[in-house]
């Protein structure tokens, strides 16, 4: 059970987060063509232009039966 609630926590919370960091480092550094100034304006802009979907998107979900980190099958 605490396994289950840390995976839980680990995907509401640190997830939003990487997201933001990747399209951070993605849009490069040159000022003229940043889309974002900080991690705060990407998550607003995320949220408004994809909507609460945009936070997950790039993001593998693994199966409920799986207890390896690729979601293969058990052995």
Known sequence: M?????TLAA??????ID???QRLTVQG???RSC????GIDAFRKILNTDG???L???VAVMRP?????DGGPRR
């Open 19 to 21: 997201v933001v960091s």
């Open 2 to 6: 605490a396994g289950l609630t840390a």
């Open 56 to 58: 997950y998107r790039g």
């Open 52 to 54: 609460p979907r945009g």
């Open 65 to 69: 039966d799986s207890d390896n980190c």
């Open 35 to 38: 889309r974002y100034m900080n």
């Open 29 to 31: 550094n040159e000022l």
């Open 11 to 16: 995907q509401v919370i640190w997830t939003h």
